[in-house]
C-alpha cells in the first residue's frame, strides 16, 4: 500500500480545530474510523493516498494543505482571549488555528516584500495612563486626535486581522509571534467598534497582559483603551466640566468615540462629579440626535496588506496557493481590512 510520507499529523490536528470538529465527527465525515484518525495525529502511522483525500474534503481542504509543514505554534495563554474560561475547548482551539495560520501567510509574505517592523513596545510595569502617553510620546502623536487607527497601527508593524464569520463568536484578540503583534477582530463591526477594540488590544500588548500565566487584564487594558484615544492633557484643555451636549458630541467626534466614552473618560478624570456623569448618561439614553452614533468620519480600513497581495500577484508570486497551504482554503483566507472597518467581510482573493 502506498503511504503519504510527507504527512504532517500538526497540520491535521490544526485543520480539525479549525472547524471546531471533534474526533468522531471527522471520522464521520471522512468515512474513517476514530482509531484511525487518532493514529494519524499521532504519527503511529500515515494515511493512505485515498484516506488522505478523505481528510482533506471532510475538512475542506486541499490535500497539499495536510502534507504542507507545520506552522509556528502560538501559545493559547500568550492570546487576550475575553473570558478564556468561558470560550469552549473548541472555540479556544479554533483561535489558535486561525492566528497560527495567518502567522504563517504573513511569515511568507515578509521573505518577499517588507512590512514595517514591529514599533511596539512592552511596558507591563506601568500603569494603563502612563502606558498610554507613554506610546503616544513613543510613537510622537503628542496630544492629538489618533484618526484611523488601522493605518496607524500598521505602520508601526502591528498586523490587523479580521477573524473568519465562523470563527467570530471567540471575539478580539491579540498575540505576539517571534515578536510581531497580531489584533484580531471579529467580523462586521463598525468604525467606532472597531476603533475601541484596537485600541484595547494596543493595551493588551503593551501592558504586556498575553505573557503565559497573567490574569484577567480587561480593566487596565480598558482604561489603556481611553487613555489612548483621550489622552488626559487634551481632554483637560477642552474644559468639557460644563459643556453642552453639542460641545460633547463634537469632542466625541473628533476623537472618534461614542459621546457616552467622554463621560466616563471625564469621570475617571475627576473632571464630572458622579452625579453629572449619571445625569449626564441618562440623558444620552434618551437622546435622539445621532452625536452617540457611530461615525463615518473614522472608517477603519487597511492598505498595507492588501497592497501586498497586489504586489505579489503582480510579480506573479503564488500568494493565492500559498493561502491554502496557510488558511485551509481558497474560499476562506485570513482577512483583512479592505472597506469599511478592520472586520469587513473581505478576503485577499477580492
Given amino acids: 500500500m502506498t503511504v503519504i510520507p510527507a ?33 494519524f495525529e499521532n504519527r503511529l502511522k ?117 477573524l473568519p464569520p465562523d470563527c467570530g463568536d471567540v471575539g478580539a484578540f491579540s498575540t505576539r509571534q517571534t515578536g510581531t503583534p497580531f489584533a484580531f477582530l471579529p467580523p462586521h463591526l463598525d468604525g467606532e467598534q472597531a476603533r475601541q477594540h484596537l485600541a484595547y488590544e494596543l493595551g493588551q500588548l503593551v501592558l504586556g497582559h498575553n505573557r503565559p500565566g497573567h490574569r484577567d487584564s480587561r480593566p487596565a487594558a480598558i482604561q489603556f483603551a481611553s487613555a489612548f484615544l483621550m489622552p488626559r492633557t487634551a481632554v483637560v484643555a477642552s474644559m468639557l466640566r460644563t459643556a453642552t451636549p453639542e460641545r460633547l458630541a463634537a469632542a466625541a467626534s473628533a476623537w472618534g468615540v461614542p459621546t457616552s466614552a467622554v463621560l466616563h473618560r471625564l469621570h475617571d478624570l475627576e473632571l464630572l462629579p458622579e452625579w453629572a456623569h449619571r445625569t449626564t448618561m441618562q440623558g444620552l439614553g434618551h437622546e435622539t440626535t445621532p452625536s452617540n452614533q457611530p461615525r ?36 476562506d483566507p485570513p482577512r483583512w481590512p479592505t472597506t469599511t472597518s478592520p472586520a469587513a467581510p473581505a478576503s485577499a482573493d477580492k
Avoid at 20 to 38: C, D, E, P, Q, V
Avoid at 112 to 130: A, F, G, I, M, V
Avoid at 302 to 328: M, N
Fill in 46 to 162: 500515515y494515511p493512505s493516498p485515498q484516506s488522505l483525500d478523505r481528510l482533506a474534503g471532510a475538512l475542506d481542504v486541499t490535500p497539499e494543505f495536510l502534507l504542507a509543514p507545520p506552522p509556528r505554534q502560538i501559545l493559547s495563554e500568550t492570546m487576550s482571549l475575553r473570558s478564556p474560561t468561558r470560550l469552549t475547548a473548541r472555540k479556544r482551539y479554533s483561535a489558535v488555528a486561525v492566528a497560527e495560520l495567518t502567522a504563517a501567510l504573513v511569515s511568507w509574505i515578509e521573505t518577499h516584500l517588507w512590512l514595517p517592523c514591529p514599533n511596539l513596545p512592552s511596558w507591563p510595569q506601568l500603569d494603563p495612563e502612563h502606558a498610554a502617553e507613554s506610546l503616544r510620546a513613543h510613537w510622537q502623536m503628542g496630544d492629538a486626535p489618533s484618526g484611523p487607527l488601522t493605518p496607524l497601527l500598521e505602520s508601526h508593524g502591528i498586523r490587523i486581522f479580521a
Fill in 7 to 39: 504527512f504532517t499529523a500538526k497540520r491535521l490536528i490544526l485543520a480539525r480545530h479549525r472547524r471546531r470538529m471533534t474526533l468522531a465527527a471527522l471520522a464521520r465525515a471522512a468515512k474513517l474510523t476514530t482509531h484511525s484518525i487518532t493514529h
Fill in 296 to 331: 463615518p468620519a473614522h472608517v477603519e480600513r487597511s492598505h498595507l496588506l492588501p497592497k501586498a497581495v497586489a504586489h505579489l500577484r503582480a510579480r506573479r508570486l503564488p500568494i493565492d496557493s500559498v493561502a491554502e497551504l496557510t488558511a485551509l482554503h481558497t474560499d
